[in-house]
């Protein structure tokens, strides 16, 4: 099984909204990943946690807060966003997260956001 | 900066046609993968290369991760509409932790 779930599939909020993205895997991946991809762009890292901990976070604005509740798990929680956010948000896992051959990286099939 | 310079960036052939994609970089990488994204969606993970000069096939994709391991390629024969997508090469350059995109390349295939 090398499946990276997400919910939800799209999500329409307002700028003064609070709402969560959700990530899951089930593959003994001890690295998560969050990351955004505007249109026609490759995607771009926000946040890494290695073994439930913030290892990485790419001076991402604070109206974006990443949780890890368990290695299973991954947050995304939002507020206070503004238009120009709006984008694919993508959550991903690999293996150890620490780079080598491990670090092939599964990816979810995304969280479309659009902020009014 | 580490980066990891694609080309084409766009193409668009009938069906039928080979294509080859490139992916290039200054830097040495332990590994590259490939993806290939469809709109609206998230990357499709297509193969790992780990060592230099291997070569390996999926179907009508041939991967080439080069020798210094610092370049791969994609060659697509026969190319059908069910390829149309944006591809991706990535990997972490070796000694650092950072896991980086190539800048991509669009493709369409024309039935």
């Known amino acids: 099984d090398t499946e990276v779930t997400q919910t939800p599939k799209h999500l329409v909020m307002g700028m003064t909204n609070k709402k969560s993205l959700k990530c899951e895997q089930h593959m003994g991946h001890r690295a998560m990943y969050w990351y955004k991809q505007k249109a026609k762009k490759p995607p771009e890292l926000m946040f890494v946690y290695s073994y439930e901990k913030l290892s990485i976070n790419e001076s991402v604005p604070s109206r974006f807060s990443p949780e890890c509740p368990n290695s299973s798990l991954l947050n995304l929680h939002l507020h206070a966003l503004q238009p120009e956010d709006s984008a694919l948000y993508l959550c991903a896992s690999s293996q150890g997260g620490r780079g080598g051959s491990t670090d092939t990286q599964y990816f979810g099939p995304g969280t479309r956001l659009t902020v009014l | 900066t580490q980066l990891l310079e694609q080309s084409p960036q766009f193409l668009s052939i009938q069906e039928g046609e080979n294509l080859t994609v490139y992916c290039n970089s200054s830097s040495v990488f332990s590994s590259l993968q490939w993806y290939r994204q469809e709109p609206g969606e998230g990357p499709v993970l297509l193969v790992t290369?780990?060592?230099?000069?291997e070569v390996k096939k999926l179907k009508r994709l041939t991967f080439q991760f080069g020798d210094a391991r610092k370049d791969s390629s994609l060659h697509i024969t026969a190319a059908q509409p069910g390829d149309t997508g944006l591809y991706l090469c990535a990997g972490t350059p070796s000694g650092t932790y950072k896991y980086i995109f190539g800048t991509g390349t669009r493709l369409k295939v024309l039935a």
């Open positions: 290369v780990v060592t230099g000069g």
